[in-house]
């Protein structure tokens, strides 16, 4: 037998005039049973259907800690930075760059208080997150501040503030001569680039010590001008750092901040608000519409990206972001061994430390340390092409603690029979310089100046050949040893 119908209502019908004409009228409902509707939507729940699909997604979120987007096992240098909404796609997914490849350079630029400096952050926490230490390393030039916690980290081979500016300079000139022995590397074996050169390394189980290496420079515009020097050589850096392992990645106020010849050579950029929206790298309407939430940034494609911040931790509320990111460095950077140190000159250099017997054998002295690979410069003040010596500066410098060092110096590789002192010392600052042994005259006074003087030019005199010798005594002479000893010099 057929189930008879559920009697069911229904939300205002039309009712019957009195007067006989059909009036459209709202009936009142009656008071039992289900109308149509709640039939339909209870039999829709019962079969359990997907949801439809929504035609917009959800709006970025304003904040996403790291670990909401991480991903782990990409490309060797692909680096986690937030979260990209695709609203043509109708779909939201993780973004980062692969450093790898050919958006190896990146420039971040973005009006203050946008999140230049907590994108670098990012950038730094993901490499530290995903990457060993003998893989990746970082050196951080540090002008806004916001980078010092990274020193902790063991791929951290230096963070130099705005304090640093010698740091500053050695670190970029650390990474030229590296690329200037990988080069080497590279020619000398025939390879194409530094991914031939390290299937070289691992087969022959050695390499140069360093991994791929991240310059991060915050605050480009304020280096330029406190370092003359740094555009020419982070340029020169950009220009050959895909092929060499060296990778530049730089904040900036505005993209004139970054000339030409080096934002030619940048090809990763992320454009964050900026300050006037014509100066975007990405076209105006884009820019325009770019929220005005931190880190909220244009990337390929003119697609919105919330970047990420530099934390771990799901965004606790209770924990504020600096402790969270010093939390990340400290605690959960991959472990290994620490990046190389960035070498530095040192302070003083104790003559008691140099290897005497090596310069008595080279027939040296050391004059100091060099500042383009610090190791002690040679010296030798007997030989034609060095005779004479000139220090200059300013009063409390060093010039007369760099004599005294030099007269030790030659007195510790020289013998009284090869050298002899005389010295104008009016300051009386070379007292207890040189030996006895070697001093041939020591003027204190103005006028024991004019008797050290006399004396060294008989001394001279007797070494010049006499008038009329001839190009065979001539000769002879310059064949001829110096004398020696008490006569003074070689």
Same mark, same amino acid.
Request: charged letters at 25%; a neutral charge.
């Given at each position: 037998?057929?189930r008879?119908?559920e009697p069911?209502?229904r939300?205002?019908?039309?009712a019957?005039?009195?007067?006989?004409? &059909?009036q459209?009228a709202?009936a009142p409902a009656p008071?039992e049973?289900?109308?149509?509707?709640d039939?339909?939507?209870?039999?829709? =729940?019962a079969?359990?259907?997907a949801?439809?699909h929504?035609v917009?997604v959800?709006?970025?979120p304003?904040?996403?800690?790291?670990?909401?987007?991480?991903k782990r096992g990409?490309?060797p240098?692909?680096v986690t930075?937030g979260l990209?909404?695709h609203?043509?796609r109708?779909?939201? %997914?993780?973004?980062?760059?692969?450093f790898?490849?050919?958006?190896?350079h990146?420039?971040?630029?973005g009006?203050?208080?946008?999140?230049?400096s907590?994108?670098?952050?990012?950038?730094a926490?993901?490499?530290l997150?995903t990457?060993?230490?003998t893989? +990746? %390393?970082?050196?951080v030039?540090d002008r806004g501040?916001?980078?010092?916690a990274?020193?902790?980290a063991p791929?951290?081979?230096?963070?130099?503030?705005?304090a640093?500016?010698?740091?500053a300079?050695?670190t970029?000139?650390?990474l030229?001569?590296l690329?200037d022995?990988?080069?080497?590397e590279?020619?000398?074996?025939?390879?194409?680039?530094?991914?031939?050169?390290?299937r070289s390394?691992?087969?022959r189980?050695?390499?140069?010590?360093?991994?791929?290496v991240?310059?991060l420079?915050? &605050?480009?515009g304020?280096a330029t001008?406190?370092?003359?020097?740094?555009e020419?050589?982070v340029?020169?850096l950009?220009? +050959?750092g895909?092929?060499h392992?060296?990778h530049?990645v730089?904040?900036?106020?505005?993209?004139?901040?970054?000339r030409?010849?080096?934002?030619?050579?940048?090809?990763a950029?992320?454009?964050?608000r900026?300050?006037?929206?014509?100066d975007?790298?990405?076209d105006? /309407?884009?820019?325009?519409?770019?929220?005005s939430?931190?880190?909220?940034?244009?990337?390929?494609?003119?697609?919105?990206?919330q970047l990420a911040?530099p934390r771990?931790?799901?965004?606790d509320?209770?924990?504020?972001?600096?402790? =969270?990111?010093r939390?990340?460095?400290?605690? /959960?950077?991959?472990?290994?061994p620490?990046a190389?140190? +960035?070498?530095?000159?040192?302070?003083?250099?104790?003559l008691g430390?140099?290897?005497w017997?090596?310069w008595?054998?080279r027939?040296?002295v050391?004059?100091?340390i060099?500042?383009?690979?610090?190791r002690?410069?040679?010296?030798?003040?007997?030989?034609?092409?060095?005779?004479?010596l000139?220090?200059?500066?300013d009063?409390r410098?060093?010039?007369?603690s760099?004599?005294?060092?030099?007269?030790?110096?030659?007195?510790?590789v020289?013998s009284p029979?090869?050298?002899?002192?005389?010295?104008?010392?009016?300051?009386r600052g070379?007292l207890d310089?040189v030996?006895?042994?070697?001093l041939?005259?020591?003027?204190?006074?103005a006028?024991?100046v004019?008797?050290?003087?006399?004396?060294?030019?008989?001394?001279?005199?007797?070494? +010049?050949?006499?008038a009329? =010798?001839?190009?065979r005594?001539?000769a002879?002479t310059a064949?001829?040893?110096?004398p020696r000893?008490?006569?003074g010099?070689?």
């Amino acid at each position: 037998m057929a189930r008879p119908a559920e009697p069911t209502r229904r939300r205002g019908v039309e009712a019957e005039d009195p007067a006989g004409g &059909n009036q459209p009228a709202l009936a009142p409902a009656p008071a039992e049973g289900p109308t149509e509707l709640d039939l339909l939507v209870e039999r829709l =729940a019962a079969r359990e259907a997907a949801p439809a699909h929504p035609v917009w997604v959800t709006p970025l979120p304003r904040q996403l800690s790291l670990d909401a987007v991480l991903k782990r096992g990409g490309g060797p240098l692909e680096v986690t930075l937030g979260l990209a909404d695709h609203p043509l796609r109708q779909r939201q %997914q993780p973004w980062g760059i692969d450093f790898g490849g050919e958006l190896g350079h990146l420039a971040i630029v973005g009006g203050r208080r946008t999140g230049r400096s907590t994108a670098l952050r990012t950038i730094a926490a993901s490499l530290l997150l995903t990457h060993d230490p003998t893989a +990746v %390393q970082l050196y951080v030039l540090d002008r806004g501040g916001s980078l010092q916690a990274l020193a902790g980290a063991p791929h951290v081979g230096t963070v130099a503030g705005k304090a640093d500016p010698e740091v500053a300079r050695r670190t970029v000139r650390l990474l030229s001569r590296l690329v200037d022995q990988r080069d080497g590397e590279l020619r000398r074996l025939g390879l194409g680039g530094i991914d031939e050169l390290r299937r070289s390394w691992r087969e022959r189980g050695s390499g140069d010590g360093f991994g791929d290496v991240f310059l991060l420079i915050d &605050n480009w515009g304020t280096a330029t001008r406190a370092f003359d020097w740094i555009e020419e050589e982070v340029t020169a850096l950009a220009g +050959v750092g895909l092929s060499h392992g060296i990778h530049p990645v730089l904040s900036a106020d505005r993209w004139g901040d970054i000339r030409p010849a080096l934002r030619d050579r940048i090809p990763a950029r992320l454009q964050l608000r900026p300050i006037d929206p014509a100066d975007s790298a990405y076209d105006l /309407r884009a820019t325009r519409g770019l929220a005005s939430t931190p880190g909220r940034t244009l990337g390929p494609g003119s697609c919105q990206i919330q970047l990420a911040l530099p934390r771990v931790d799901g965004g606790d509320p209770a924990i504020d972001p600096d402790t =969270a990111f010093r939390d990340l460095v400290k605690r /959960r950077a991959h472990p290994g061994p620490p990046a190389p140190p +960035v070498p530095l000159l040192p302070l003083t250099v104790p003559l008691g430390e140099m290897d005497w017997v090596e310069w008595r054998r080279r027939r040296e002295v050391p004059l100091g340390i060099a500042d383009a690979d610090l190791r002690p410069v040679p010296f030798d003040l007997l030989v034609p092409d060095t005779q004479h010596l000139v220090v200059c500066g300013d009063a409390r410098c060093g010039k007369t603690s760099f004599l005294r060092a030099l007269l030790l110096a030659m007195t510790r590789v020289l013998s009284p029979e090869e050298v002899r002192f005389h010295l104008i010392d009016i300051r009386r600052g070379l007292l207890d310089a040189v030996p006895a042994a070697y001093l041939g005259g020591h003027a204190m006074t103005a006028s024991a100046v004019e008797g050290v003087v006399v004396s060294l030019r008989e001394e001279l005199a007797q070494r +010049v050949p006499p008038a009329g =010798a001839g190009r065979r005594d001539l000769a002879e002479t310059a064949a001829r040893p110096w004398p020696r000893g008490g006569a003074g010099g070689r």
